[in-house]
């Protein structure tokens, strides 16, 4: 996952980086759910260029994950298609007063700012699996859903309700446990 400074012209070249084994190996470490049953490591389609000085790199992550539903316990194969963008300047002499973004510039080319889309550069290479993990992890999902309208199982009876109806009574709204749950929300 590593783009040479060299190769980044003014005008924009792509560059793909396909899931190679240690890519994979280390994305599955980090999101278990990539080497699942549904999963797929993501590969990396990037475009970068010069800014006069800068370096313009944007892209996207595509891949899946697998996941089990949260309301059907389904499993099923949630995409990913994940954008990212980097303005990054030349760190000249400068160095980062944060140790986590000076240890970043030294051993990845690059450190980001506050601003997660800007940063600095240096060196010949820019390292971007650290940027590609992070990117991962933050788009799984804090509730899984196997589809938007998923029904979810039935509490009393556990019929899979995307499949079969049952004839269990809905839970009465009226019940001073509902408006007690309703006062608590
Ligand atoms: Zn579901
Ligand atoms: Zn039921």
Redesign the pocket.
């Known amino acids: 996952m590593k783009l040479r400074i060299d190769q980044i012209k003014d005008s924009p070249q792509a560059f793909e980086f396909s899931a190679d084994d240690s890519w994979s190996r280390a994305a599955i470490a980090v999101v278990p759910e990539l080497g699942a049953e549904g999963g797929e490591v993501p590969h990396a389609q990037v475009r970068a260029y010069r800014v006069g000085q800068d370096l313009l790199i944007e892209g996207r992550l595509e891949g899946s994950l697998g996941l089990e539903c949260s309301r059907c316990l389904a499993r099923y194969r949630h995409a990913l298609s994940e954008p990212f963008r980097l303005v990054l300047e030349p760190a000249g002499r400068r160095l980062p007063a944060d140790p986590e973004a000076a240890k970043a510039l030294a051993t990845q080319g690059f450190c980001l700012g506050d601003e997660l889309e800007m940063g600095w550069f240096q060196g010949h290479e820019l390292d971007l699996t650290s940027l590609f993990l992070e990117a991962v992890a933050l788009a799984l999902p804090v509730q899984p859903l196997c589809r938007e309208a998923c029904q979810g199982l ?1 509490p ?2 556990g ?1 899979d309700r995307n499949d079969a109806a ?1 004839d ?1 009574a809905a839970p009465r709204e009226s019940s001073p446990f509902a408006i007690l749950a309703s006062l608590k929300e």
């Open positions: 039935c009393q009876c019929v049952c269990c």
